[in-house]
């Protein structure tokens, strides 16, 4: 997982020992394309759910016109794993605010 100073850099923040600078151009440009993998990721579960077939075997879950089917194991894994990154990212997040606020 990136330290948070790369996480930071991604999005355009940079943090020196009295400054804070943030590049909006790379922040904009992060978010933007964000913005357009979620809204890929959507459009392509929407279609396919409108289609009657959704098929995720990561997450474990198949739906198909006759029948949805859930391997249980595979969903708590995949919730498991996503809880641990949400966490990961939602900590590095808070550590870098509470830097920032240490600064003040």
Not at 5 to 14: C, P, V
Not at 52 to 57: I, S, T, W
């Amino acid at each position: 997982m990136e330290n948070e100073q790369e996480l930071l850099h991604r999005i355009g923040i940079e943090i020196d020992q009295n400054r804070v600078t943030i590049d909006l151009k790379k922040t904009k440009s992060f978010f933007t394309a964000l913005q357009e993998t979620l809204r890929q990721k959507a459009e392509q579960l929407q279609k396919n759910m409108e289609e009657g077939r959704l098929k995720m075997d990561e997450i474990g879950l198949k739906l198909d016109e006759e029948r949805v089917e859930v391997d249980l194991q595979k969903t708590k894994t995949f919730i498991e794993t996503f809880e641990q990154k949400i966490n990961s990212f939602l900590q590095e997040l808070d550590s870098s605010v509470r830097k920032l606020n240490e600064q003040k």
